[in-house]
């Protein structure tokens, strides 16, 4: 059986853990990173005390299934407090990452390496929006190239979500200069998740560019659903990959890389799922 662990899963606010665990289960997904609440009501990025309750709701949500359940913290650069916020919530139970979505900010800015300084130290891996939004925000902020940033702190583990696309080339290259100076692709500081991503008449070419440039390790899957949901609205999602990688003959190795592998090197899990 093929393990897997979706690695981005917005909550909402409105879901228990057992509702959580039952979707997982129907899903057949054994692991889910879990991003706090911030794009539905009452929580919303421009809000700092919203995502401080967002964090606190995660952080109990989680706590106690922290060997399935890892609660991904937001915060705000745009918030003067974001890196005191950030340490704070580092502390509560069940937080072991953060998730980060540059609006109005970009990802080289001061206000942002305040808060990759406080991941870096409490060795959280970050999860970054990239590429183009689908409600309308100007993905301007979110160039694949921008998150070069993060260089600055050397052991800083990041994602960038959706293969950034439109830009698929600019975040391969981002993520090739690793390969190509003979990183280890468990102790790169970049890999690129598969969620939502491009329309499916780009899928097959820019999913099969990214396995040849970037390969299966530097790839993981996320299915980008918002709970609480069903299972079989997360499994739809999962065979859907599953029918792409069926039609680019993907191997089991690097479908096991895909669905598992690399996100488990990623958040750092004790033994290799
Ligand atoms: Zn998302």
Request: contains cysteine.
């Amino acid at each position: 059986m093929l393990t897997i662990i979706d690695a981005h899963l917005h909550t909402s606010g409105r879901e228990t853990s057992d509702d959580v665990l039952r979707s997982l289960d129907d899903a057949g997904v054994d692991m889910a990173v879990l991003l706090a609440p911030f794009l539905t009501e009452p929580y919303s990025l421009a809000d700092r005390e919203s995502l401080r309750q967002g964090n606190r709701y995660l952080s109990e949500l989680v706590a106690g299934h922290c060997d399935r359940l890892f609660g991904f913290a937001v915060v705000n650069p745009l918030h003067p407090e974001a890196p005191e916020d950030l340490a704070e919530v580092a502390e509560l139970p069940g937080i072991c990452g953060l998730k980060m979505v540059p609006t109005g900010w970009y990802p080289y800015e001061d206000c942002a390496h305040r808060v990759y300084e406080v991941a870096a130290r409490f060795d959280l891996p970050i999860l970054f929006h990239s590429g183009i939004f689908i409600d309308g925000r100007s993905g301007r902020f979110c160039r694949p190239t921008f998150y070069e940033a993060v260089r600055d702190h050397p052991g800083l583990r990041v994602t960038l979500a959706h293969l950034g696309w439109p830009w698929c080339d600019e975040a391969n290259a981002v993520g090739l200069i690793d390969r190509i100076n003979g990183v280890d692709p468990a102790e790169s500081q970049f890999r690129f998740d598969i969620s939502f991503g491009p329309p499916p008449i780009y899928r097959e070419h820019v999913f099969r560019t990214a396995f040849d440039v970037l390969g299966s390790s530097l790839m993981q899957f996320g299915s980008d659903r918002f709970l609480p949901c069903s299972g079989a609205h997360i499994r739809a999602m999962i065979d859907e990959v599953s029918e792409l990688l069926d039609r680019l003959e993907v191997s089991r190795e690097d479908r096991n890389e895909l669905m598992s592998g690399t996100a488990s090197r990623w958040l750092r899990l004790p033994s290799r799922v």
